[in-house]
């Protein structure tokens, strides 16, 4: 969470603000069905038989899980920005598939089960504090069905870029247009190696493209926890999970049939789990 400024322009939680944007800055920056594409070529790898259900955790404003009901799965999105899902469920438009419920994924209560669990997109590392990682894996294997699967990506700490430890960070920048706005993110990352976690700070400055003149500007800064491979197995298996694979987690950067595994410069590795008990 983030203190808000005295000069109002920084946001108090998480994807407030910047949820507005977030679905044209996005669409501009990720290929959601490819990468849905890839996820369900891990599916077909790791289930003997295609799922029927799938509950997106952390799912922002449903981008993955509009596909994932799409696509046949029953499909639940949870998140706990208000923001995020406002906008989820505008776009749901009456249908019953998917649904969308406000909920901390470390205290999930619904009352269906699924045969997958998934985490995508960085949300896994808002987890800061391992305590509340075991209760994340505790409540999502309650929600599993009997040979069910979580699959997660997690941020790995090897893969870091060395200009992120430095004291200025590393910078980077996008910019997208939607018609009526220009949309520019200014980016900068900085990692302290001694807690895992990159500090992601956003500013944000939107244009009128007509007129060139400034109409919205804020900030907004994210804490995400990064792990290694063999730190998050400890993690599962402390939590009765099994780990079944590490793959690299640019999950539209394969185009063939073969699944690629992570290695010591994957920065998004996506985990395959499995309840053990």
């Given at each position: 969470m983030v203190a808000s400024s005295p000069h109002g322009n920084s946001s108090s939680t998480h994807y407030t603000r910047m949820a507005r944007y977030y679905d044209t800055l996005y669409s501009k920056i990720v290929d959601y069905p490819s990468q849905v594409d890839y996820l369900e070529k891990i599916l077909t790898k790791h289930r003997r038989k295609r799922p029927e259900s799938i509950l997106d955790v952390a799912c922002g404003t449903g981008n993955y899980t509009f596909i994932f009901a799409k696509r046949g799965y029953r499909t639940t999105g949870i998140d706990i920005s208000d923001e995020m899902l406002q906008i989820a469920r505008e776009k749901v438009?009456?249908?019953t598939n998917p649904q969308f419920f406000k909920m901390d994924m470390r205290k999930l209560l619904l009352q269906a089960k699924y045969d997958?669990?998934?985490v995508l997109f960085g949300g896994f590392g808002y987890l800061l504090e391992q305590?509340?990682?075991g209760?994340?894996?505790?409540?999502?294997?309650?929600?599993?069905?009997?040979?069910?699967?979580?699959?997660?990506?997690?941020?790995q700490d090897s893969a870091i870029l060395r200009a992120a430890t430095r004291?200025?960070?590393q910078k980077t920048w996008d910019r997208v247009e939607n018609g009526k706005r220009s949309i520019i993110r200014l980016n900068t990352s900085k990692y302290?190696?001694?807690t895992n976690i990159l500090t992601v700070?956003?500013?944000?400055?939107?244009?009128?493209?007509?007129?060139?003149?400034l109409v919205d500007s804020f900030s907004e800064t994210h804490l995400v926890k990064t792990y290694s491979v063999s730190h998050i197995q400890e993690l599962l298996e402390r939590s009765n999970f099994k780990a079944l694979a590490f793959y690299d987690g640019e999950l539209d950067k394969t185009k063939n049939d073969e699944l690629a595994q992570a290695s010591f410069s994957t920065f998004r590795v996506t985990a395959v789990a499995r309840p053990s008990g």
């Open positions: 438009a009456g249908k997958v669990a998934v305590g509340g990682v209760e994340f894996f505790a409540s999502v294997a309650k929600q599993l069905n009997t040979g069910g699967l979580l699959i997660f990506e997690f941020w004291p200025s960070g302290d190696a001694h700070t956003f500013d944000f400055y939107v244009l009128d493209t007509r007129t060139k003149r």
